[in-house]
């Protein structure tokens, strides 16, 4: 609530031209009616001068970014959506892609064993062992659904030594004093392994959505792994809300092209960016906002930290990592798409209400000095008085608070 809109600087910047062409004003109002005025010309220059500097005070300018801001943020807390910044909220409005990581963000984020596929006849449980041992040093959260799936049959899991998790590909180390990897593709291209033998067959799982894992047993594919994981109940609603809003969504993941194609055309999502590092979907951002676009980044885990950070708006997901929140300059508690819809729409309506404020306080301005000044004499032959000023500058500062409100009751549905 104490942070600045990028907005606020047009305030700044008319302020500091305002001021002191007001009190150029309030001077040559003196000086006229004191040498053209009627009698008592002197009482009427002191009145004129005084009610102008009165009437022009620039509370309702000062007050018109921050009391929006202060009130969207309050608005979005109960809906939410926890702002971070004021330019973050500001830019929002203006977003045109929204770049989304698959997991956690699109899915649930629980994904659960579904498949063992073993080279070698009745294989399977060795096979899960060594997946589960060496996924017992990674916080991912396929880790977790292979360590699950292990102990669901109530298989005795070693510890891995030598444990490395290479980013974006998989990871290897030692168990039972052989070497182990699991991962993707790259991961396996990495290690010089031939995964021939099961590439139809992990088409097919991954033409179902599901994400598979090759695992290397020494220097020979051993066999694979698929696990899978839910889409939200709500992404798809949220998905089609985002695009009447006029935002193009972007599914950039470290997933397989199959797989993320897969779940993008279930979703009808506009373009796919599979088989992604971390440092690409950093890069992706970076090019898109070469070519002149605003970008919003979604993601949940300690991955999308460095595309949270580039990004023109980072959102985070409640439920991932802390560092993706710290990264980020939106959280959504209940880390579902549908709350950056509600983002998006508190955004859009404060700009529009900073922009009334910003009218209002202009406006009354515009049409007060002049008053204040005594234009109106020659038809009333009355000047304005300073207490009736005092009020209408009042007034400006109530009609922006008023209007500042009207924010905690915006429809974000």
Known sequence: QRSRAPIQGLADQVAAWFVPTVVVIAILAFGLWAVFGPSPA??????????????????????????????????????????????????????????????????????????????????????????????????????????????????????????????????EGQVNNKTVALGNRAMMAHLNIDISQLESCAADLQNDGKTVMYIAHGDALAGIVAVADPIKETTQEAIKALHKLGIKIIMATGDNERTAKAVAKRLGIDEVKADVLPEDKKTLIEKLREDGHLIAMAGDGVNDAPALAAADVGIAMGTGADVAVESAGVTLVKGDLNGIVRARKLATGTLSNIKQNLFFAFAYNGAGIPIAAGILYPFTGTLLSPMIAAAAMSLSSVSVISNALRLRTIKLG
């Open 42 to 171: 002197m009482v009427h220059a002191i009145v004129a001068a005084v009610s102008v500097l009165i009437i022009a005070c620039p509370c309702a300018l000062g007050l018109a970014t921050p009391m929006s801001i202060m009130t969207a943020t309050g608005r979005g807390a109960m809906a939410g959506v926890l702002i971070r910044n004021a330019e973050a909220l500001e830019r929002f409005a203006a977003v045109d892609i929204l770049v989304v990581d698959k997991t956690g963000t699109l899915t649930e984020g629980q994904p659960k064993l579904t498949d063992v596929i073993a080279l070698s006849d009745g294989g399977e449980d060795e096979l899960l062992t060594l997946a589960a041992a060496l996924e017992k040093g990674s916080e991912h959260p396929l880790a977790e659904a292979i360590i699950a799936g292990a102990e669901a049959q109530e298989l005795e899991i070693p510890d891995a030594s030598n444990f490395n998790a290479v980013t974006g590909k998989g990871v």
